[in-house]
């Protein structure tokens, strides 16, 4: 490169949702909220609650704004300029472009962000110090573990966006997270997914009860089959 670009470079004001927008979201199954979304919205199934095995809730279901830290392979200075300008309800995506091998974060630093106020911790790389970060209590989704150190050279970019689990995260977007993954509301969609939602909501509870006293038909596939889209074949 001609010019060498900035070691590190923060962006400060993002658009950000009200506290009523992420509210909305509050112990909405992710499943729903991608429902609301044509299907879709949630990460790549390789980034996981580090934390599964515990059967907490609390230290796998959140929902946050995003802080986008856009870190290169095996690099960490995106993720510690994002602890700089971390706001209260906050959840920090670390992504790391597909590298492997390296942690993305330790117990220490996930220590540092829950004291700011972070509400989780989202990479597509592996972390590092198990036991260290359990104590924390900070939710944290990642592809797995390894004790291997990052640098922090960069160049990075924090407050902008990334493509984290085959998902394009924009900080101000909304991660709703849970057991099942990490789901990504976009900005811009918030309003009409939190409509959405509330009519999903309706029916899953309707089927719910439905199921419990002993429902156990799909009444579309009589319908095909009276109409012929079906065939049944001995």
Do not use: W
């Not at 230290?59 to 830290?69: I, N, S």
């Not at 309706?202 to 009276?226: H, T, Y």
Request: hydrophobic content about 40%.
């Amino acid at each position: 490169m001609i010019f060498e670009p900035p070691i590190l470079t923060i962006c400060e004001n993002f658009k950000r949702p009200s506290s009523a927008q992420i509210a909305a979201f509050k112990n909405i199954p992710t499943g729903y909220v991608c429902d609301a979304m044509e299907g879709q919205g949630a990460m790549d199934s390789s980034i996981k609650p580090l934390f599964a095995a515990t059967r907490d809730k609390d230290l796998y279901t959140t929902v946050g704004v995003a802080l986008v830290a856009e870190n290169g392979p095996a690099e960490i200075l995106a993720t510690m300029g994002a602890l700089h300008v971390l706001q209260k309800g906050d959840i920090v995506i670390a992504a790391m472009q597909g590298g492997k091998n390296c942690s993305a974060s330790g117990d220490r630093f996930c220590g540092m962000l829950k004291n700011k106020g972070a509400v989780g911790f989202v990479t597509d790389g592996e972390m590092r110090d198990y036991e260290g970060i359990l104590e924390t209590r900070l939710p944290v989704f990642c592809t797995g573990l390894s004790p291997n150190s990052p640098y922090s050279n960069g160049p990075a970019r924090v407050g902008f966006g990334a493509i984290v689990g085959g998902r394009n995260v924009q900080s101000g977007d909304i991660i709703v997270a849970d057991i099942n993954g990490v789901v990504v509301v976009p900005f811009a969609r918030i309003d009409e997914v939190i409509a959405t939602i509330n009519e999903i909501s309706a029916a899953e509870d309707a089927l719910d009860e439905k199921v419990r006293n002993g429902f156990c038909e799909m009444p579309i596939i009589s319908e095909m089959i009276n109409d012929g889209r079906a065939v049944i074949v001995d």
